[in-house]
């Protein structure tokens, strides 16, 4: 088994690749500039692993990264279009246990993930290191990389400026007045009271109006003259 100088990881969860191994039809899928198979299930060393294929489309890609939970990430640099016999694969026996890869491409953005659950025996498993022959699969076109609008932040918005709700003074109420009482100086003037003679020419002077007076034996009356 031939593997990539210089980037072949190697160790219990390392990811690989390699270029050497029996050739298989595989079934394949598109993700923008990248095409690769369905999960595959070889035996190595009396352990299962797990393999899958890849390959770059119209543009060559400038680095690939591959990722997995509990393994090293594996890098692959320059990769020109429809190169062959590109197979990734685990270095150590995870038997039993599910597995995910993802592919990132750096210079068109694309990427895909694998996933599957690696069988617990060998049992009906290929000894080989599998790889897919590419060349069953032609040259497809690759599919737009779906890309994402960056965040637009709203402008800022100033609020309006308020205006005052206008004030109304309070009604005020006049002090109340007291208004100085006014005093007359007196009353209406009185004259002097006119003087009656009677029929003997005895005179009697009014005490006031209504007021009754006897004057040798005749009735006086004094009254009080007005203007």
Same mark, same amino acid.
């Given at each position: 088994?031939?593997?990539?100088?210089?980037?072949?990881?190697?160790?219990?969860?390392?990811?690989?690749?390699?270029?050497?191994?029996?050739?298989?039809?595989?079934?394949?899928?598109?993700?923008?500039?990248?095409?690769?198979?369905?999960?595959?299930?070889?035996?190595?060393?009396?352990?299962?692993?797990?393999?899958?294929?890849?390959?770059?489309?119209?543009?060559?890609?400038?680095?690939?990264?591959?990722?997995?939970?509990?393994?090293?990430?594996?890098?692959?640099?320059?990769?020109?279009?429809? !190169?062959?016999?590109?197979?990734?694969?685990?270095?150590?026996?995870?038997?039993?246990?599910?597995?995910?890869?993802?592919?990132?491409?750096?210079?068109?953005?694309?990427?895909?993930?694998?996933?599957?659950?690696?069988?617990?025996?060998?049992?009906?498993?290929?000894?080989?290191?599998?790889?897919?022959?590419?060349?069953?699969?032609?040259?497809?076109?690759?599919?737009?990389?779906?890309?994402?609008?960056?965040?637009?932040?709203?402008?800022?918005?100033?609020?309006?400026?308020?205006?005052?709700?206008?004030?109304?003074?309070?009604?005020?109420?006049?002090?109340?007045? !007291?208004?100085?009482?006014?005093?007359?100086?007196?009353?209406?003037?009185?004259?002097?009271? =006119?003087?009656?003679?009677?029929?003997?020419?005895?005179?009697?002077?009014?005490?006031?109006?209504?007021?009754?007076?006897?004057?040798?034996?005749?009735?006086?009356?004094?009254? =009080?003259? =007005?203007?």
């Amino acid at each position: 088994m031939k593997k990539f100088a210089g980037l072949a990881a190697v160790g219990v969860g390392a990811l690989a690749f390699t270029g050497a191994g029996a050739s298989q039809a595989a079934e394949t899928h598109i993700s923008g500039n990248l095409q690769y198979t369905s999960m595959t299930y070889w035996c190595d060393k009396g352990k299962p692993n797990f393999a899958f294929g890849y390959r770059t489309l119209n543009k060559t890609e400038s680095q690939v990264t591959f990722t997995a939970s509990g393994f090293k990430p594996l890098v692959t640099k320059n990769v020109s279009p429809y !190169t062959a016999s590109r197979t990734v694969y685990a270095v150590g026996g995870y038997a039993g246990k599910p597995i995910t890869v993802t592919a990132h491409a750096a210079s068109t953005g694309s990427s895909f993930s694998v996933s599957g659950r690696v069988p617990s025996s060998c049992a009906g498993l290929p000894t080989v290191l599998p790889f897919t022959d590419w060349s069953a699969a032609g040259k497809p076109t690759a599919q737009p990389v779906p890309t994402k609008p960056a965040p637009t932040k709203p402008a800022p918005t100033k609020p309006a400026p308020t205006k005052p709700a206008p004030t109304k003074p309070a009604p005020t109420k006049p002090a109340p007045t !007291t208004s100085a009482p006014t005093t007359t100086g007196q009353g209406p003037k009185v004259e002097t009271d =006119r003087v009656v003679t009677n029929q003997n020419g005895t005179t009697a002077a009014a005490a006031g109006l209504g007021a009754l007076a006897l004057a040798g034996g005749g009735l006086v009356v004094a009254r =009080r003259a =007005r203007r």
